[in-house]
């Protein structure tokens, strides 16, 4: 079931077409001290950003699959993204899977420790976390 309700469309600011929305996503981030990059969509219809509470979705065309050449990781993006996203974070994030040998993981949160941090920690459902150069995701 979709996190989007008609409560949350009517309190959101929504924007449609793909550079429009690809520029907000890496706007969003870097307000967020988040590098740019973390979210390489394509072929977006529809982002939706709920200022008050940080919620952010996003609707693609079609699933993506990207891999962050630096740190050789292939991480897949699915037609519907949400979180929430808070300084130097996103949590509760759903739709965002990276895999881990032969298996596909679910991400629930990336964070970096503060502003200046030159690393960035993703975080799994199990608990079990990893920690990369920030750079790796810039765009």
Not at 45 to 54: F, P
Not at 120 to 125: G, L, N, R
Request: aromatic share 8%; net charge neutral; glycine share 6%.
């Amino acid at each position: 079931m979709s996190p989007i309700t008609p409560e949350i469309r009517a309190c959101a600011e929504i924007l449609t077409g793909n550079e429009v929305c690809k520029e907000k996503i890496k706007s969003l981030l870097r307000e967020y001290c988040l590098p740019d990059g973390l979210l390489p969509v394509e072929d977006v219809e529809e982002i939706g950003y709920v200022k008050d509470t940080g919620f952010l979705w996003v609707k693609q065309k079609n699933e993506i699959k990207h891999k962050f050449e630096k740190v050789g990781k292939q991480v897949s993006y699915a037609t519907e993204i949400s979180s929430y996203l808070e300084k130097c974070k996103i949590k509760k994030l759903s739709g965002v899977k990276s895999k881990e040998v032969l298996i596909w993981i679910s991400l629930i949160e990336i964070y970096v420790e503060n502003p200046t941090s030159d690393k960035i920690t993703m975080k799994t459902p199990t608990g079990i976390s990893k920690t990369f150069p920030k750079e790796a995701f810039e765009a």
